[in-house]
Structures are given as C-alpha cells and as structure tokens.
C-alpha cells in the first residue's frame, strides 16, 4: 500500500509564494514512473499543473510554467512544488499524484489534498 501526504498549502498574497511537499510512503515506491501535482479550482475539474518523470523530463502547464517549480529527492520519496510569482487564479486545492508501473498492473496514488487561497 501506498500513501500521499501533502503539506505546506495556506493563504498568500498575490505575488507571493508558497512551497507544497510530497510524502510518500509504502511498497515499491521505487517503481514510481511518474509524480506530479494536480489543482483542482473552485468549481472546476482537476487539471495537471506540472508532472516529472522519474527518467528526468518535466511538463507543465501553460498557466504555471515559469512561475512553478517541481523537484524531487534523490530516493523519489518525497516530491515538492515551488511556486511563485502567485496569482488569484492558483486557488484551489492541490493534489500530489504518482503512477506506479513496476510491479504491473500500473497503480496511480493521489494525496489528500491541501488548499492554496490566494488573496489580495
């Protein structure tokens, strides 16, 4: 079994930052293909804000890049999203994600979730 624990969301300012961390705990964590982090605004559906591959490539989202940062430890165990240069519309609950492929059947973890407000 595998378990997301996200920390760090909160209240900013438009402009500020916030860091949001990834614990992950259990079997084969080292068969993660990939982690991420997903947002899920008001009123809308969940939507991917940036993904890293373990084999090192990054995605992000039109809306966060440049101003987000992800990154990861070494032991692919803990996973962190940087972000800055906030804006109004990054409010929404943050979700850490991992899609596991070894050992198969592909497995994907989600964390529980912590809220970001951004307010001015």
């Known amino acids: 079994q595998v378990q997301l624990v996200e920390s760090g969301g909160g209240l900013a300012q438009p402009g500020g930052s916030l860091r949001l961390s990834c614990a992950a705990s259990?079997?084969?964590?080292?068969?993660?293909?990939?982690m991420s982090w997903c947002r899920q605004p008001p009123g809308q559906q969940r939507e991917l804000a940036v993904v890293?591959?373990?084999?090192?490539?990054?995605n992000y989202h039109d809306s966060v890049k440049d101003r987000f940062t992800i990154s990861k430890n070494s032991a692919g165990n803990w996973w962190y999203l940087q972000m800055d240069s906030l804006k109004s519309e990054d409010t929404a609950v943050y979700y850490c994600?991992?899609?596991?492929?070894?050992?198969?059947?592909?497995?994907?973890?989600w964390g529980q979730g912590t809220q970001v407000t951004i307010f001015s």
């Open positions: 994600h991992a899609a596991r492929l070894v050992p198969p059947p592909r497995r994907d973890y």
């Open positions: 890293i591959f373990t084999g090192g490539p990054i």
């Open positions: 259990g079997s084969y964590l080292s068969g993660f293909h990939a």
